[in-house]
């Protein structure tokens, strides 16, 4: 298996003449469908982004604004909005999925009639289905019966008002096909955005899907008041959870490593605009899950991965101590000062720090090739 993060070619400038004529449609109108759509349509895609609600498509197609997700933006000129999957998906090759996770089995139910023969599906979002603990490419695949190379995620540190404003940063278009990968990854790539790749798809969708976990715990602890040690020693040994999670499921350990893995997880756990975290310090202050969900009134996929994601754990013979109190704090059952990685196992023994096991040296191998690999 390939795994290693390449840059895509076409990447650098704003506007790379190989994206000319590629009609690519957003499916989802919030922050990162927004922003997503703009970054596609500064490398000049030909993009439509299809929203539910009228005046939000009215909004971008007149105002060419999206105020309630990205205040202050403006968008493209050449960004086309409407509230017509037909329209959206008529003669598009990339159909990048931005909706909540739990929607996701519905909307794609509804724009399978739409779906041109051979548009290959970019999932964008970071959450498992809690009913059948599904990843988003695993659902892709159940609802549309879709070979390996028309799947593909993106993911990387992308917290969209950042990357809204031009920010720079990057992300990793993973598919089967490494040629499909570099597809997308040339179709987002910005002076702003860099696409890279790799073939990687359950390691790099996991990498987005476990950061919120752990970023809800950072959120927990920075609400009780806890300092910066306390923070670093969640973000180093969520990242242990985090890749000895995505190896149990048949993902590399490499990514862990890579802008999928580590650098999510950064971006995610230090910024208050990430919602995992801003959820995770409500909670922390003593507000509870219901009046958390209330006040934050955008999606924190984080809150209903937990519980699925456990659920693989304990299947798989993973175990994810932080992860576990993230669940037990969401329940009542722990208060969130008692969060941390200082409580003993349950027989008190010290454990080895890294517990990975396998290939360790192949995998070192492997992660310096893919930084040697990411550097520009
Ligand atoms: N906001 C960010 O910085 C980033 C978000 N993501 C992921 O993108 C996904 C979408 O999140 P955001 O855009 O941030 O969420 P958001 O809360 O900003 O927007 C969600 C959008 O989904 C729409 N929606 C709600 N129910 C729907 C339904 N039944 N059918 C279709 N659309 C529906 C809402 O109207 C809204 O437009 C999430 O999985 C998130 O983890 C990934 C990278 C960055
Ligand atoms: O995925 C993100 C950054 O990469 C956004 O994180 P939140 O969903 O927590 O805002």
């Not at 790749?197 to 009780?224: C, F, H, M, S, Y």
Request: net charge neutral.
């Amino acid at each position: 298996m390939n795994t290693k993060s390449t840059p895509a070619a076409g990447s650098g400038s704003k506007r790379p003449n190989s994206n000319r004529g590629r009609k690519v449609a957003v499916i989802g109108a919030g922050s990162w469908g927004t922003t997503f759509a703009k970054v596609l349509a500064d490398a000049d895609c030909d993009v439509t982004i299809w929203a539910r609600r009228p005046e939000v498509v009215h909004e971008i197609s007149v105002a060419r604004r999206n105020s309630q997700y990205l205040p202050g933006i403006n968008l493209p000129k050449g960004l086309k909005a409407t509230e017509s999957l037909a329209e959206a998906l008529s003669g598009a090759s990339l159909v990048f999925l931005a909706v909540p996770s739990q929607t996701m089995r519905q909307n794609l139910e509804d724009l399978e009639p739409y779906l041109e023969r051979r548009s290959v599906l970019v999932s964008l979002v970071k959450g498992v289905e809690r009913t059948t603990t599904m990843r988003m490419s695993e659902v892709i695949a159940d609802v549309l019966d879709l070979e390996p190379e028309r799947i593909a995620v993106v993911s990387g540190p992308n917290l969209a008002l950042e990357i809204a404003k031009e920010q720079p940063t990057g992300a990793v278009a993973s598919c089967a096909s490494l040629e499909v990968a570099q597809e997308i990854a040339t179709a987002f790539s910005t002076s702003y955005f860099r696409g890279y790749v790799n073939t990687d798809v359950t390691g790099t969708e996991l990498g987005g899907v476990l950061k919120n976990l752990i970023a809800l715990a950072i959120g927990i602890v920075d609400g009780v008041g806890y300092g910066e040690n306390t923070k670093a020693a969640i973000i180093t040994r969520g990242l242990a959870e985090m890749t000895e999670f995505a190896v149990a499921s048949g993902g590399d350990p490499t990514t862990m490593s890579g802008l999928a893995g580590l650098g999510d997880l950064i971006a995610t756990c230090q910024s208050p605009l990430s919602r995992n975290n801003t959820a995770g310090r409500l909670i922390g202050q003593g507000y509870s899950q219901a009046e958390t969900k209330e006040q934050m009134q955008q999606t924190a996929e984080g809150i209903t991965s937990v519980r699925p994601v456990l659920e693989l754990a304990r299947e798989r013979g993973i175990s994810m101590p932080i992860v576990e109190q993230v669940q037990m704090v969401l329940d009542g059952r722990m208060a969130p000062r008692d969060l941390g990685p200082h409580l003993a196992t349950e027989d008190g023994v010290p454990q080895p720090e890294l517990s990975l096991g396998g290939d360790r040296r192949g995998a070192w191998k492997r992660f310096i090739d893919r930084v040697k690999g990411e550097r520009p």
